[in-house]
């Protein structure tokens, strides 16, 4: 399978998150820009999701029905053409890094799916319903992952 760069101008793979993004900071999403997505996507999704949180998976951004042609997404804005669904916030949109004081650094995984056709979520998907409905439609991916512990 094809492969999508996913990138960040304010941190690299498996470095440290800036403060200014998290939830204690200013709690904007992180920019991103990629590269490579395949001919034929109709949407691309986005998820920034913690599989060190202490109850689970947690769900820190999910956008659908994303541009296929958009270069990136800006600092505390949601890629072009995307819809941001509930987070595990309960809050539509970006939700910062917050892992329990003391904890090693968790790992944010942000992944970037292109779609042949567009997928079907509910309004606040947990991660597994995320991987669930991009697996069948799935032409390429890209994942950037950051750490960041209080």
């Known amino acids: 399978m094809a492969g999508i760069e996913l990138r960040s101008s304010a941190f690299n793979d498996h470095a440290v998150i800036p403060r200014r993004y998290a939830l204690e900071g200013e709690n904007v999403s992180p920019p991103l820009d990629w590269s490579g997505v395949p001919d034929g996507t109709a949407e691309l999704v986005l998820l920034c999701e913690d599989p060190?949180?202490?109850?689970?998976?947690?769900?820190?951004w999910v956008v659908v029905g994303v541009d296929p042609g958009s270069p990136?997404?800006?600092?505390?804005?949601?890629?072009?053409?995307?819809?941001?669904?509930?987070?595990?916030?309960?809050?539509?949109?970006w939700g910062g890094p917050h892992p329990p004081p003391g904890d090693?650094?968790?790992?944010?995984?942000?992944?970037?799916?292109?779609?042949?056709?567009p997928c079907v979520l509910p309004d606040a998907p947990s991660a597994e319903q995320v991987h669930e409905a991009v697996e069948k439609h799935q032409l390429a991916s890209g994942t950037l992952v950051g750490l960041y512990q209080r």
């Open 52 to 60: 060190d949180a202490p109850s689970g998976t947690f769900v820190h």
């Open 72 to 93: 990136g997404a800006e600092t505390g804005s949601a890629p072009p053409g995307g819809t941001e669904l509930v987070n595990g916030y309960g809050r539509p949109g």
């Open 104 to 117: 090693d650094a968790h790992r944010y995984f942000f992944r970037l799916y292109a779609l042949g056709e």
